[in-house]
T-cell receptor, first 114, second 114 residues
Framework: NAGVTQTPKFQVLKTGQSMTLQCAQDMNHEYMSWYRQDPGMGLRLIHYSVGAGITDQGEVPNGYNVSRSTTEDFPLRLLSAAPSQTSVYFC?????????????FGEGSRLTVL | QKEVEQDPGPLSVPEGAIVSLNCTYSNSAFQYFMWYRQYSRKGPELLMYTYSSGNKEDGRFTAQVDKSSKYISLFIRDSQPSDSATYLCAMTSNYGGATNKLIFGTGTLLAVQP
């Protein structure tokens, strides 16, 4: 049981490049989400999904796209990278949306945009 | 003003000390309160979960919620070097306790010196 797996762990991009951060979970969780963590800002929700085929925006969605074609996978796409997107990105999943269900986090993907 | 305020620290204590970590919040609708622990270069993991007011104890950890003061605390007794981590508070309101509405504090960095 691997939990939540994120790849890559580290990535350096140039401004304007695009890339996809991968996230997979093997716990059959319906709820998946992407956060970014920046110093002094805490964890901020980018996008989330309550099940396959259903996604919605979080607090800071601009510049990012997501899709959820399977229960297991929830990739995050950066369309045209900007230095402001330099951050640590965490994927998280939960058994359910309601009741403040426990979030299980991946180990993070550290992105630098030059 | 942020919805959730948390002193970033760092907080340095000797091994065996009692540690008090705190968060204040402004939204009186918050009903679900959590503490996550995040080791360096890892994802956060759920440490404690409480619903509404009161205390909850789990081994050396006690979570306390004072809704009248909009103040939550995490106490660590007999602190150990392995407790060195960043502690994030998180909370959400009572409309199903929606996971996508979880608001995180910025985290307090704790160092327990042997």
């Amino acid at each position: 049981n691997a939990g939540v797996t994120q790849t890559p762990k580290f990535q350096v991009l140039k401004t304007g490049q695009s890339m996809t951060l991968q996230c997979a979970q093997d716990m059959n969780h319906e709820y998946m989400s992407w956060y970014r963590q920046d110093p002094g800002m805490g964890l901020r929700l980018i996008h989330y999904s309550v099940g396959a085929g259903i996604t919605d925006q979080g607090e800071v969605p601009n510049g990012y796209n997501v899709s959820r074609s399977t229960t297991e996978d929830f990739p995050l796409r950066l369309l045209s990278a900007a230095p402001s997107q330099t951050s640590v990105y965490f994927c998280a999943s939960s058994f359910r949306q309601g009741g403040g269900g426990e979030l299980f986090f991946g180990e993070g993907s550290r992105l630098t945009v030059l | 003003q942020k919805e959730v305020e948390q002193d970033p620290g760092p907080l340095s204590v000797p091994e065996g000390a009692i540690v008090s970590l705190n968060c204040t919040y402004s939204n009186s609708a918050f009903q679900y309160f959590m503490w996550y622990r995040q080791y360096s270069r890892k994802g956060p993991e759920l440490l404690m979960y409480t619903y509404s007011s009161g205390n909850k104890e789990d081994g050396r950890f006690t979570a306390q919620v004072d809704k009248s003061s909009k103040y939550i605390s995490l106490f660590i007794r007999d602190s150990q070097p392995s407790d060195s981590a960043t502690y994030l508070c998180a909370m959400t309101s009572n409309y199903g306790g929606a996971t996508n509405k979880l608001i995180f504090g910025t985290g307090t960095l704790l160092a327990v010196q042997p």
